[in-house]
């Protein structure tokens, strides 16, 4: 008999469960809408397909590539950060391309931790800020999700307690909260990092879907880039999710421990792919409005359908996803929910408990269908409210 101790530790993974039944209604022949997974299904820019068609035709293109990303991707990579945030970052020092955010976050967290080093995450929060830890051996202490007082409290009580923890994970625009901090939480954030000897871990990913203010960054706060690094990625920004290009950026130190990590375990990403990155970063002034526009007519769309039906949401501020408070007193709670929703409406929702304990009071829509459908997925999602 083997051991998988990896696997040891880790929850059942919730989406999966919905997946397979999703697989067996499909099989069935029953119409479904698959608003689970935040998976764009638009285009990545016209001028990144472009360079990608072009590089994909050089014969050079298809050997084993440098791990920690091109000098022009990294470069492209620094650039943004100086038009959108007034950022400086060394693009060989302080910036290194990951394979997407979830392989960066993972290769961090066991760069960062040893068996039984403890980390602040909030709850709930993206899946991989607490697998990454607990797949590296360390645990988990739970801190609020929402940017404020009490979170800073949360960290400075945990930080006091022994053993210390090495961490501290924010995710703001958060997934799936939607929440964004304002530039005062993080200076106030930084500067208790400080104190407590904390890395911050700032997970970006959804720094251009907004609308509203844009959402800083935590480097615009002086002083960050001393304990703070900074994950990002292509997924959402230019609808590149299979692509698997993120960046890890800030703390050179941190940067230069985990690019050597990755020497050991792979060779980059493909040439062209990088390549087709780089164009979209220098050009993300030009694509990044429309694709807000789009999500933000397909969020109106789907609040609209709910208000068609006698119900009220609160529009989502960030992100391409909806955090939609369940019924009170559901039976099952948000897996319930989205049972519900998959079973009498068709419709496959993410369970808020899939992302902690503290998201069983919501579920995740994701707005990856086009208008007339998120309003349809709005009236229909609205009927489960009935009697409640």
């Known amino acids: 008999m083997f051991r998988f101790p990896a696997l040891e530790g880790l929850p059942p993974y919730l989406f999966a469960d919905l997946a397979a039944r999703k697989a067996v209604m ?3 022949g ?12 638009l285009p990545p820019p016209a001028h990144a397909l ?12 298809h050997g084993y590539a440098f791990t920690d990303g091109s000098p022009e991707l990294r470069q492209a990579q620094a650039d943004y950060y100086q038009r959108r945030f007034g950022v400086t970052l060394d693009p060989r020092t302080q910036v290194l391309q990951t394979i997407g955010s979830k392989e960066g976050f993972a290769t961090l967290a066991r760069t960062i931790c040893s068996p039984g080093d403890r980390a602040l995450v909030p709850n709930p929060s993206y899946p991989i800020h607490r697998y990454g830890f607990l797949m590296a051996g360390g645990t988990i202490t739970d801190i609020p999700d929402t940017p404020d007082k009490a979170q800073l409290r949360a960290v400075d009580e945990a930080a006091a307690k022994s053993p210390a923890p090495i961490a501290w994970v924010l995710n703001y625009p958060g997934n799936p909260t939607t929440r964004i901090a304002s530039l005062d939480f993080y200076r106030e954030a930084v500067a208790l990092a400080k104190k407590r000897g904390l890395l911050i871990i700032s997970d970006l990913a959804y720094g251009e879907l907004y609308y509203g203010d844009p959402p800083p960054s935590i480097f615009e706060v002086p002083g960050a880039i001393d304990t703070a690094v900074e994950i990002t990625s292509v997924s ?11 960046f890890l950026c800030g703390q050179a130190e941190v940067v230069a421990a985990v690019a050597k990590v990755k020497s050991y375990l792979d060779y980059g990403t493909f040439e062209p792919l990088k390549r087709a990155a780089t164009e979209a970063l220098r050009r993300f002034d030009e694509s990044c409005p429309p694709l807000r526009e789009t999500y933000r007519k397909r969020r109106d769309a789907l609040a609209e359908g709910f208000a068609e039906a006698g119900v009220s949401i609160e529009p989502t501020p960030a992100t391409m996803f909806q955090w939609l408070p369940i019924p009170k007193g559901e039976e099952g709670g948000s897996l319930g929910f989205a049972d519900r929703a998959l079973q009498t409406e068709g419709i496959v929702v993410s369970p808020g408990i899939g992302f902690g304990s503290g998201g069983d009071g919501h579920v995740r829509v994701a707005l990856v269908k086009d208008e007339p459908v998120m309003r349809e997925v709005g009236l229909r999602l609205a009927r489960l409210y009935a009697g409640h």
């Open 236 to 246: 959402k920004t230019f609808s590149m999710a299979g692509w698997r290009i993120g």
């Open 30 to 41: 029953r119409d479904v809408l698959d608003l689970g997974l935040g998976n764009p299904d």
């Open 50 to 61: 472009e360079t990608l068609r072009a590089a994909s035709a050089e014969e050079a293109s």
């Open 26 to 28: 499909v099989a069935e």
